[in-house]
């Protein structure tokens, strides 16, 4: 089965800084897609970005960008020019041959004035 | 939401009464899926559907079931609540990877259990 870990439970960042959000996963498939999704204080889950296991070239969505690492299966999350909205959860999250779509446990981001 | 919509949204209710959530959706998306979110768990699958009538289980299956006879409505039946099953919930839909692969979340169901 697979399984998507976040060891960062808590991730802090000043405003206009850069922080990277860690992702692994693991998977026996070849061909499945990551996601990042962000749920802020209203609960509401937010798809931030997502990444073709297929396509080399990482994801880029305004001041988000992943790094993809297949061989490592590593799916990280870097904001860049951190804003106060950007505080929330982040979950990772992957959807293989089966069409679950598996998360991680989640890290909260805050960040600082 | 993306047409997701969940109810109730809040409900208590006391230990070993069913309790029946709700999903209903607009756009005929094949997929859905419940999970249960709670501190320190993130977001776990509990059953999902990829069609009418097919099913199939997630990974914290026990203590619930789900029935889907129409396109547009997925239902979670707690048989006889728990404590333990105390949690947020989260109804989700979308197509396959190969049909947009964009997954919709509703605005979640609080469930008390006393």
């Known amino acids: 089965a697979q399984t998507v870990t976040q060891s960062q439970p808590e991730m802090s960042v000043q405003e206009a800084e850069t922080v990277t959000l860690s992702c692994t996963y693991d998977t026996s498939e070849s061909d499945y897609y990551l996601f990042w999704y962000k749920q802020p204080p209203s609960r509401q889950m937010i798809l931030v970005i997502r990444q073709e296991a297929y396509k080399q070239q990482n994801a880029t969505e305004n001041r988000f960008s992943v790094n993809f690492q297949k061989a490592a299966k590593s799916f990280s999350l870097k904001i860049s020019d951190s804003q106060l909205g950007d505080a929330a959860m982040y979950f990772c999250a992957y959807r293989g041959n089966t069409d679950k779509l598996i998360f991680g446990t989640g890290t909260r981001l805050q960040v600082f004035p | 939401d993306a047409g997701i919509t969940q109810s109730p949204r809040h409900k208590v209710t006391e230990t070993g009464t069913p309790v029946t959530l709700r999903c209903h959706q607009t756009?005929?998306?094949?997929?859905m899926y419940w999970y249960r979110q709670d501190p320190g768990h993130g977001l776990r699958l509990i059953h999902y559907s990829y069609g009418v009538k097919d099913t199939d289980k997630g990974e914290v299956s026990d203590g619930y079931s789900v029935s889907r006879s129409k396109t547009e409505d997925f239902l979670l039946t707690l048989e006889s609540a728990t404590s333990s099953q105390t949690s947020v919930y989260f109804c989700?839909?979308?197509?396959?990877?190969?049909?947009?692969?964009?997954?919709?979340f509703g605005e979640g169901s609080w469930l008390t259990v006393v």
């Open positions: 756009e005929n998306h094949r997929y």
């Open positions: 989700a839909a979308g197509d396959s990877r190969s049909m947009g692969n964009t997954i919709y």
